[in-house]
T-cell receptor, first 112, second 117 residues
């Protein structure tokens, strides 16, 4: 089955700086790669996703890049703000309609 | 749009009893829903795929006789934890795939925190 590795487990950045979280996956058949933000005790919230026919996708301060050959994808957050502090999970699946395999999560801390 | 609800939001039960958790898609129909489990400070683990009108598909290592799943309609899936034990205490989250634009996206329910005493 699919295996998703995520790094780093904890990331602390100064407010206004950029944050980058990286994930690798094992199953070359995977085609859907979402990123979720989860605050303590809350549900995961989809923040951005990318499919294998696209190399990069951007939504305001958030961007995701995908390298299918290397089987890795990354989340980039620019101009970080205190409200960006949360746990971020990457995931992978065959399609958006399939069950997701999650990375272990990254605790992002934005230092004021 | 794409709202998923869960009930109850939290439940405490005694060891040996059964607990039922409901997952509803409120503004769309979902032929497939998913159940995940999340232990404290850990990631989400897919437990099973719930298919409307057919049997659920369980992930390796998940006991199908312990975690009963019923997907009775296009908007409701239930997870019953039978003969619960303290090690079953966890955050149970469901999700459903909704077709948005040109493809599917998954949306999560708010989760149910189960504590078994």
């Amino acid at each position: 089955g699919e295996n998703v590795e995520q790094h780093p487990s904890t990331l602390s950045v100064q407010e206004g700086d950029s944050a980058v979280i990286k994930c690798t996956y094992s199953d070359s058949a995977s085609n859907y790669f979402p990123w979720y933000k989860q605050e303590l005790g809350k549900r995961p919230q989809l923040i951005i996703d990318i499919r294998s026919n696209v190399g990069e996708k951007k939504d305001q301060r958030i961007a995701v890049t995908l390298n299918k050959t290397a089987k890795h994808f990354s989340l980039h957050i620019t101009e970080t703000q205190p409200e960006d502090s949360a746990v971020y999970f990457c995931a992978a699946s065959l399609r958006g309609a399939d069950g997701l395999t999650f990375g272990k999560g990254t605790h992002l801390i934005i230092q004021p | 749009g794409a709202v998923v609800s869960q009930h109850p939001s939290w439940v405490i039960c005694k060891s040996g009893t059964s607990v039922k958790i409901e997952c509803r898609s409120l503004d769309f129909q979902a032929t497939t829903m998913f159940w995940y489990r999340q232990f404290p400070k850990q990631s989400l683990m897919l437990m099973a795929t719930s298919n409307e009108g057919s049997k659920a598909t369980y992930e390796q290592g998940v006991e199908k006789d312990k975690f009963l799943i019923n997907h009775a309609s296009l908007t409701l899936s239930t997870l019953t934890v039978t003969s619960a034990h303290p090690e079953d205490s966890s955050f149970y989250i469901c999700s459903a795939a909704s077709y948005r634009g040109f493809s599917y996206e998954q949306y999560f329910g708010p989760g149910t925190r189960l504590t078994v005493t």
